[in-house]
């Protein structure tokens, strides 16, 4: 793949830039740029670098007369228009690893903390009240965990949960048993995930079968008490559903590391006690970027020598006779 000159429209790591450059690609940054800018400036470049704060429209990809690939440093790619891509011949390629470890932490790390009401007893002891008995919480061991996607994040959640003794089920219409089943996890239907479990954790990309997949009528199917955790991507839960669930304790609480609009505007959600928010944290370690920022230069690296690579998310749908 003939690429010289490469745009980089979000913050990222500084080994990125220094990989691609050392590669004797045009590389120029620009994460505070607009999208009226890039929609300016982007036919003087053959690909563009995103994160998750820029969204590559079908204008876009169509004013990109020289664009040949965007390259996202992380997992979802749902801020592409990957049908507009691929009309126009354009690879889409992301990083499908690298934040595998850092979002299935925080989301151990959510389901560990609302069990046991710990951002609600932090934040009293931080107030000066010294007050044990309101926040009695529960243990995971021997609750039921069901993991909704069970790609790359979904199963390491279910391998860890695990050692806390949780008895985890899963669904997942893509992802086969012969995956699932080795790990421990039983794969169910999505009604049994609703019926049987005590916490849902979320781990599927926004796409229109998935916008609030967890709503009013499936809140009403779950377990009194039950805890919902979504560090995947806002929208796959119905905000409102969810704070009338935790306001009737329908749901016993919940933790959102991603929201329907970021920053989030509901006040009231984000002031409900029973709610533990972070601000879209999923791949912010050091470790995560690291490995983000090592896995997508080397995957444009290897296109620029017409080598394959296993990022290529709409591959399979192009010819491409540059990926022997």
């Given at each position: 793949?003939?690429i010289?000159?490469?745009?980089?429209?979000?913050?990222?790591?500084d080994?990125?830039?220094?990989?691609?450059?050392?590669?004797?690609?045009?590389?120029?940054?620009?994460?505070?740029i607009t999208?009226?800018?890039?929609?300016?400036?982007?036919?003087?470049?053959?690909?563009?670098?995103?994160?998750?704060?820029?969204?590559?429209?079908?204008?876009?990809?169509?004013?990109?007369?020289?664009?040949?690939?965007?390259?996202r440093?992380?997992?979802?790619?749902?801020?592409?228009?990957?049908?507009a891509?691929?009309?126009?011949?354009?690879?889409?390629?992301?990083?499908?690893n690298?934040?595998?470890?850092?979002?299935?932490?925080?989301?151990?790390?959510?389901?560990?903390?609302?069990?046991?009401?710990?951002?609600?007893?932090t934040?009293?002891?931080?107030?000066?009240?010294?007050?044990?008995?309101?926040?009695?919480g529960?243990?995971?061991?021997?609750?039921?965990?069901?993991?909704?996607?069970?790609?790359?994040?979904?199963?390491?959640?279910?391998?860890?949960?695990?050692?806390?003794?949780?008895?985890?089920?899963?669904?997942?219409?893509?992802?086969?048993?012969?995956?699932?089943?080795?790990?421990?996890?039983?794969?169910?239907?999505?009604?049994?995930?609703?019926?049987?479990?005590?916490?849902?954790?979320i781990?599927v990309?926004?796409?229109p079968?998935?916008?609030?997949?967890?709503?009013?009528?499936?809140?009403?199917?779950?377990?009194?008490?039950?805890?919902?955790?979504?560090?995947?991507?806002?929208?796959?839960?119905?905000?409102?559903?969810?704070?009338?669930?935790?306001?009737?304790?329908?749901?016993?609480?919940?933790?959102?590391?991603?929201?329907?609009?970021?920053?989030p505007?509901?006040?009231?959600l984000?002031?409900?006690?029973?709610?533990?928010?972070?601000?879209?944290?999923?791949?912010?370690?050091?470790d995560?970027?690291?490995?983000?920022?090592?896995?997508?230069?080397?995957?444009?690296?290897?296109?620029?020598?017409?080598?394959?690579i296993?990022?290529?998310?709409?591959?399979?749908?192009?010819?491409?006779p540059?990926?022997?």
């Open positions: 793949m003939d010289k000159k490469i745009l980089i429209t979000d913050e990222v790591s080994k990125i830039v220094q990989g691609l450059r050392a590669a004797d690609l045009q590389v120029d940054l620009a994460s505070d999208p009226q800018r890039i929609l300016s400036i982007i036919q003087n470049y053959d690909a563009v670098l995103i994160r998750s704060r820029t969204t590559i429209t079908r204008q876009i990809i169509e004013a990109g007369k020289n664009l040949k690939l965007i390259a440093a992380g997992v979802g790619v749902d801020n592409v228009d990957i049908e891509a691929t009309e126009r011949s354009v690879l889409v390629i992301n990083a499908p690298g934040n595998t470890v850092s979002a299935c932490e925080l989301t151990c790390a959510h389901i560990l903390s609302i069990s046991r009401n710990m951002y609600q007893a934040k009293s002891l931080k107030d000066g009240v010294w007050n044990r008995k309101d926040f009695v529960v243990e995971v061991a021997q609750k039921t965990l069901g993991i909704i996607g069970l790609g790359r994040i979904g199963r390491e959640v279910g391998k860890r949960m695990k050692a806390f003794e949780m008895e985890v089920i899963g669904y997942d219409p893509v992802t086969p048993k012969s995956l699932v089943e080795p790990l421990g996890i039983e794969f169910v239907s999505l009604e049994e995930i609703w019926k049987r479990s005590d916490c849902i954790t781990h990309p926004l796409i079968e998935t916008k609030h997949l967890i709503n009013k009528e499936t809140i009403e199917k779950c377990k009194d008490g039950v805890m919902i955790v979504n560090c995947a991507r806002g929208g796959i839960v119905d905000e409102q559903a969810l704070l009338n669930g935790l306001i009737s304790r329908k749901v016993h609480a919940a933790a959102l590391d991603v929201f329907e609009e970021e920053p505007m509901n006040e009231e984000l002031r409900n006690p029973y709610l533990n928010p972070t601000p879209h944290l999923g791949a912010s370690t050091k995560g970027q690291r490995r983000v920022g090592e896995e997508i230069v080397d995957e444009i690296i290897k296109l620029t020598k017409g080598e394959k296993p990022g290529a998310v709409n591959a399979n749908r192009l010819i491409i540059f990926l022997k």
